[in-house]
């Protein structure tokens, strides 16, 4: 956990710098295997980016389940950073875990208003 929290720390910081303190983080999402396909996640991640949208704020979320980024990409996310767990644990014996920071940007059309 440790390592966790210093790694993503600096991992948003440098993806993100200070724009995070204005953006929606989407956190802590996961749903049962049982629950999956129901169409759950995407409400409740929409849910956060339409409120993004409605409040002129982008969204973010970190992932470590990479099997993940393609739905996180067909809800707008796109990958900005990508770091790894368990590298620099002496303690950990698997291999290390990839971690995603993904963003949403505000939707906006060709003249640049938010649609």
Known sequence: MNEFQKKLGAAVQEALGSRVDSMLEVGGLATLPDWQGHGYATALIRTVTDNGDRTNRSCWLGSSN??????????GFEI??????????????????????MVRELKQDATGDIV
């Open 80 to 101: 900005v950073h990508t770091f790894q767990l368990g590298d620099d644990n002496p303690d950990w014996h698997e291999k290390p875990v990839l971690f995603d920071i």
């Open 66 to 75: 990479t099997v993940n980024r393609g739905f996180y990409r067909s809800l």
